[in-house]
């Protein structure tokens, strides 16, 4: 259609690529319209992987052109042509990029029609020496509103390169869609992982005649190190019918980015023709090595097969014949590939025959059952100790809770005892003295039941009324202590050995009284009387005292020489 040459702003000197269609075309009226057609469509697209065009228009000379970036690198075809066959994965990186921009194409509405190596344009660039820059969208199919082409082609009328057209644009089909890219990358990914072209022939027509009758030979046919899973994602492009290939770009760059991940979804079996003699590359030591295989995989299948278990599927060959007469990589359904060798079949022993490298079809292969021993069950015995763990915690709380309101219980009870004992007159002895008359109470009081060291309500926080009401603005407050005996000290006052009945004035002054027994710690404490109350003090015992280490091996302020101001 055209030429394209280095351009150079005059200014600013920057490097552009100018595309010139010829001067023999620029009178027919399709020619320039599908010319400019492509500026039209790269610029609606608009992906990172897609050449990108910066204007267009016509010279007074009468020279259609458009000017497009500049873009250092190499095509497709000439790493091909330096390097015949790439690596499994650089090959699978190439290809997702150019479904990724083929995928963008579609969503805007653009059929490419027209992949190639030639056409794919390898540049540096984000660190990636193999970024894929898309090129020449001169036969672009672009679709307007209502889905009709904004270009038609008439019929009858090819336009593409042969060995990368779908069957459907060899027979010039008039209702092509996006799949037709589908099929001529999976052509593009055959070629770089084989070398190879899938259909070729000294002819156009001979091209023709095999993209639309043949079936695609077998990938690993020519290259045994690709992986099963991209020998399937390639023949499913070449598929035929259309409705056979991935129904999107997208589906086909999932499968590329991640070939295992597709194999697993158990997607149907891509049918594959067979290798004629002398046809593959490989040379003869890989054929016997995979023959050796094969025959060490059919013996695997051959153990249990009369065990009466069910048959068990067998995974797909890891190695495709090749170079042998009547191989099948993948068989499908309704495909014409020959059948498995029987085993039953009688081979004269003069005359050996060649190993048949066929992929294996699904042998019944049964596994031996043993019955349950007597004694055991088929079902793993259940595990126990969540049970026990879980009635060990109830019964842990039933018995707490039984003795929280047990033990509540019996404090009411000395609650009520200690008020009853407050009617009565308090002896005297050595370590006590009396209460003071009603006429005259004492500005002391206590109002406050501890256990444990924080402060409780006495008898479900009521207070313990004595049997005889005491005086109008008096209360009776009985302070006890474990143990006891310990001496009550209020106000420069001994009230005696706990437990203790002191009547005093109801006031909201707080009063402070300390405890003290031999062995045990002083305990302070300060209350405000505001009713009767019964107040029970836990008292901390005192450390043993430690007297001082005798000999120079006491170090001074190292607290062994002296007692602890506590432990008095």
């Given at each position: ?12 000197g920057k490097k552009v690529a100018l595309k010139v269609i010829h001067r023999e075309l620029a009178t027919n009226k399709e020619v320039v319209q599908r010319f400019f057609q492509e500026a039209k469509a790269v610029t ?136 037709t890219d589908i099929y001529a990358l999976g052509i593009l990914l055959f070629q770089m992982i084989t070398g190879m072209l899938p259909f070729d022939g000294a002819t156009m027509g001979e091209v023709l005649v095999k ?358």
């Amino acid at each position: 259609m055209g030429a394209v040459y280095v351009a150079e702003h005059p200014l600013i000197g920057k490097k552009v690529a100018l595309k010139v269609i010829h001067r023999e075309l620029a009178t027919n009226k399709e020619v320039v319209q599908r010319f400019f057609q492509e500026a039209k469509a790269v610029t609606k697209i608009g992906n990172e992987h897609i050449i990108e065009i910066h204007d267009f228009g016509q010279t007074p000379e009468g020279d259609h052109f458009y000017i497009m970036e500049y873009i250092e690198g190499e095509t497709l075809a000439s790493v091909l042509a330096r390097e015949s066959v790439l690596d499994v994965m650089r090959a699978l990186h190439i290809g997702a990029q150019i479904a990724a921009a083929l995928a963008a194409a579609h969503a805007a509405g653009v059929i490419h029609r027209d992949l190639k190596p030639d056409n794919v344009m390898l540049t540096m660039r984000l660190g990636d020496p193999n970024f894929v820059v898309l090129l020449d969208f001169g036969l672009a199919k672009m679709f307007v509103g209502g889905g009709q082409s904004a270009v038609k082609t008439a019929a009858g009328v090819l336009l593409g390169t042969p060995q990368y057209m779908s069957p459907e644009a060899c027979e010039s089909k008039g209702n092509l869609d996006h799949r037709t890219d589908i099929y001529a990358l999976g052509i593009l990914l055959f070629q770089m992982i084989t070398g190879m072209l899938p259909f070729d022939g000294a002819t156009m027509g001979e091209v023709l005649v095999k993209q639309v009758t043949q079936l695609p030979p077998p990938p690993r046919g020519y290259n045994p190190s690709i992986p099963p899973s991209v020998e399937q994602i390639v023949l499913r492009c070449l598929a035929k019918n259309v409705d056979a290939r991935f129904p999107t770009m997208l589906a086909l760059r999932e499968a590329l980015l991640d070939p295992e991940s597709y194999l697993r979804k158990s997607p149907p079996i891509a049918p594959a023709r067979s290798l004629a003699p002398g046809e593959s590359k490989v040379d003869a030591k890989t054929v016997m090595a995979y023959a050796a295989q094969q025959a060490q995989a059919e013996q695997k299948t051959r153990i249990g097969v009369n065990t009466g278990s069910m048959p068990l599927p067998l995974p797909a060959p890891a190695r495709t014949a090749p170079g042998e007469h009547g191989v099948k990589t993948m068989i499908g359904s309704g495909s014409t590939a020959p059948q498995p060798r029987q085993h039953s079949q009688q081979v004269p022993q003069h005359h050996p025959p060649a190993p048949e490298m066929v992929a294996p079809a699904q042998p019944k292969m049964n596994t031996m059952r043993i019955a349950t021993p007597i004694g055991y069950s088929s079902r793993p015995p259940r595990k126990m100790w969540p049970i026990v763990l879980v009635l060990a915690l109830l019964l842990g709380l039933g018995g707490g809770a039984f003795a929280v309101a047990w033990f509540g219980k019996q404090d009411g009870t000395q609650a009520v005892a200690a008020a009853e004992d407050a009617a009565a007159p308090v002896k005297k002895d050595s370590r006590s003295t009396p209460p003071p008359a009603p006429d005259a109470p004492s500005p002391d009081a206590v109002t406050v039941v501890e256990s444990k060291g924080s402060a409780v309500a006495s008898d479900k926080g009521s207070a313990a009324p004595p049997v005889n009401k005491p005086p109008p603005g008096m209360a009776v407050i009985v302070i006890d202590s474990t143990p006891q005996g310990a001496e009550v000290i209020g106000a420069g006052k001994n009230y005696g050995t706990t437990p203790a009945t002191l009547s005093l004035p109801i006031s909201d002054l707080p009063l402070d009284f300390e405890l003290k027994l031999n062995g045990y710690k002083k305990k302070s404490k300060q209350i405000v009387v505001s009713g009767n109350i019964v107040i029970n003090v836990n008292l901390d015992k005192a450390p043993a005292p430690r007297g001082p280490r005798k000999g120079s091996g006491a170090k001074q302020g190292s607290g062994d020489e002296l007692m602890r101001p506590d432990d008095l």
